[in-house]
Structures are given as C-alpha cells and as structure tokens.
C-alpha cells in the first residue's frame, strides 16, 4: 500500500514549532497557518520574501474581496504571528491595520422560546445536550466535551474541564437539569468516559453535529428568531440577569475573562433596559372634550 505524506517547509515547520512553544490551541494554530498560507497563495512567492509594502496591498485586497472585519482581523493576527515571532521582523507589519468590527446584540430567546426549542429536538440525546447548554450556559464546545465524571452531584455542580482560554471552572447544576442528565444516562447508557459519545469510537459528539442539530430543531419549532447553540448561552446570561443574579456571578459562570464582556447583557435584560419610566408616560394626559350632540337628521 503507497503511503502519500504532504512534505512541511521547514519555514512552516518553525512557525508550528513556535506556535508549540506558546501553547496555543489547536483551532488558533490551524487559523494561523492558513492566514500565511493565503497569504502566500496571494502573493505567489514564499512569504518571507514579503515587503511591508506587499502586506499593505493584501489587506487593501482582502478589503475589496469584502471580508468580514472578523475574518480580516484573524488574518493580520495570522501574519502577526509569523512575521513578529517566526521572522523576528515586526516591522514588516507597520502598515497592517486591524478594523473595527461593528458591535451587535445577540437576539434573546424567552424563557417559554427556550422550551419550546429544547422540546423540538426529536432525540434525547440531542434535547439533553440542548438543556446543558442552556441550563449551565456551556458553550457548545463545553458541551460536546462533558463527561461523566465532570458531574458532581453532591455539591450541585458541573465541572468545565479546559474550557476557553484553557480554564477549569465549575458550574451550576440544578435539580432539574440533574433529573434531565440522570433520565438520559439510564435511557442511554453512554459508553466511555463522554457524557455525549460521537459516531468514531471513544470520541465525543462534535460541535458540526451539535450545530447541525441546532439547525433541525429550529426549523421544527418554527421559532421566527435566529438561533444557535450559543443562543441558548445567551439566554442563559439574560434571564439569570433578569431574575436578580449579579453580574460577577454570570461573569464567573460564564467563564469570561473580563467583566466588560458579561457587561453587554446589561443592554438586553429587560429588567434594566425597562426600569426607567419612559417620559411620555409622564405627560400629562389630555382631558377629553364634551361629545357634541348629535347633527340633526334633516341638516
């Protein structure tokens, strides 16, 4: 049997091995090699030849591409990494620029919107990972990587295991989503250390499969908002808001770094958007006139 292996320039072998160095994710290193590498495709030479000048006329190209500012700003941090630490020439970067990325409201499923979402999903292996996520407010990574152990019923939590950023925290576990969890487990019986087994053996459920999931059982509910998994995340956040929680505790369960980010949920919970009295209830009402008689008949 012939055995095809993709040789590895020794130039992108250096930026993986500085990528290891660092200990950066596996998505993030998959996302910088393919920056440098659209980049060299781009520019049809090795990109350690690149001018500074070069660079200036990518981004000016991926603008008139119409790249989405997420997707253009993940690129320049790509070349970031490749020409300031792989190359050791930060200079070459002077003239890329990251853009501003339009700041947007997540929209925000109701309590009932939420049900009535979980309850379409037509598996209870999918209903059960769709309450995860929303009554631990995971992330649908989180999700998908739940194992058995990380449930500690004894002190009513959920344990996150390297969770975003690589960091462990604990979560709630309600008496409900514990019942939702125990009814699965003994419907199920799930093999292996996953709470959610995938198709290949000893791996867990992906993210597509969750996302694709998300997707059927939207269309079932016929709900007129757009949702997601992190829709249910979103939500999570807001009606925890809504019901008194504070926001250092949604920070810590939600597993944000900086409390500026669990802060947008303060424009979308209405107990806060809707405290303030809205001046026009304040007006004073106009006094209603006497009805005039009525016209005679023959006028």
Same mark, same amino acid.
């Given at each position: 049997?012939?055995?095809?292996? +993709?040789?590895?320039?020794?130039?992108?072998?250096?930026?993986?091995?500085?990528?290891?160095?660092?200990?950066?994710?596996?998505?993030?290193?998959?996302?910088?090699?393919? !920056?440098?590498?659209?980049?060299?495709?781009?520019?049809?030479?090795?990109?350690?030849?690149?001018?500074? @000048?070069?660079?200036?006329? #990518? +981004?000016?190209?991926?603008?008139?591409?119409?790249?989405?500012?997420?997707? $253009?700003?993940?690129?320049?941090?790509? $070349?970031?990494?490749?020409?300031?630490?792989?190359?050791?020439?930060? @200079?070459?970067?002077?003239?890329?620029?990251?853009?501003?990325?339009?700041?947007?409201?997540?929209? =925000?499923?109701?309590? @009932?919107?939420?049900? &009535?979402? =979980?309850?379409?999903?037509?598996?209870?292996?999918?209903?059960?990972?769709?309450?995860?996520?929303?009554? !631990? /407010?995971?992330?649908?990574? @989180?999700?998908?990587? $739940?194992?058995?152990?990380?449930?500690?019923?004894?002190?009513?939590?959920?344990?996150?295991? +390297?969770?975003? /950023? +690589?960091?462990?925290?604990?979560?709630?576990?309600? !008496?409900?989503?514990?019942?939702?969890?125990?009814? #699965?487990?003994?419907?199920?019986?799930?093999?292996?250390?996953?709470?959610?087994?995938?198709?290949?053996?000893?791996?867990?459920?992906?993210?597509?499969?969750?996302? !694709?999931?998300?997707?059927?059982?939207?269309?079932?509910?016929?709900?007129?908002?757009?949702?997601?998994?992190?829709?249910?995340?979103?939500?999570?956040?807001?009606?925890?808001?809504?019901?008194?929680?504070?926001? &250092?505790?949604?920070?810590?369960?939600? /597993?944000? &770094?900086?409390?500026?980010?669990?802060?947008?949920?303060?424009?979308?919970?209405?107990?806060?958007?809707?405290?303030?009295?809205?001046?026009?209830? $304040?007006?004073?009402?106009?006094?209603?006139?006497?009805?005039?008689?009525?016209?005679?008949?023959?006028?």
């Amino acid at each position: 049997m012939n055995t095809t292996t +993709q040789r590895v320039s020794p130039l992108r072998q250096r930026m993986v091995e500085d990528m290891r160095l660092r200990k950066l994710g596996a998505k993030t290193q998959s996302g910088y090699i393919r !920056a440098v590498r659209h980049f060299a495709g781009w520019l049809h030479r090795s990109p350690d030849t690149a001018s500074a @000048e070069d660079l200036r006329r #990518y +981004q000016l190209h991926c603008v008139d591409r119409g790249v989405s500012p997420i997707t $253009l700003n993940a690129t320049i941090t790509g $070349l970031k990494f490749f020409f300031e630490v792989t190359m050791s020439r930060p @200079e070459l970067m002077a003239k890329m620029r990251p853009v501003r990325v339009a700041r947007t409201l997540p929209m =925000i499923l109701s309590r @009932e919107e939420a049900s &009535r979402l =979980i309850e379409s999903a037509r598996t209870l292996k999918h209903r059960t990972a769709l309450s995860v996520a929303y009554g !631990a /407010g995971l992330r649908v990574s @989180e999700v998908v990587a $739940l194992k058995v152990a990380d449930i500690d019923s004894t002190r009513m939590v959920l344990r996150v295991e +390297q969770g975003k /950023g +690589q960091k462990d925290r604990y979560v709630m576990l309600s !008496a409900r989503l514990l019942e939702v969890l125990t009814n #699965y487990w003994r419907a199920v019986r799930p093999t292996g250390a996953w709470m959610f087994p995938g198709a290949g053996v000893g791996e867990p459920i992906s993210t597509s499969a969750v996302d !694709a999931t998300c997707r059927k059982v939207h269309r079932v509910s016929k709900l007129s908002k757009p949702v997601t998994p992190h829709s249910l995340r979103h939500a999570f956040a807001v009606h925890l808001l809504e019901a008194g929680t504070d926001l &250092r505790t949604i920070q810590l369960l939600l /597993g944000h &770094r900086s409390l500026s980010t669990t802060a947008q949920y303060l424009r979308i919970a209405t107990n806060k958007v809707c405290a303030a009295t809205s001046p026009l209830e $304040l007006l004073p009402r106009p006094i209603p006139k006497a009805s005039s008689p009525p016209a005679p008949e023959h006028f």
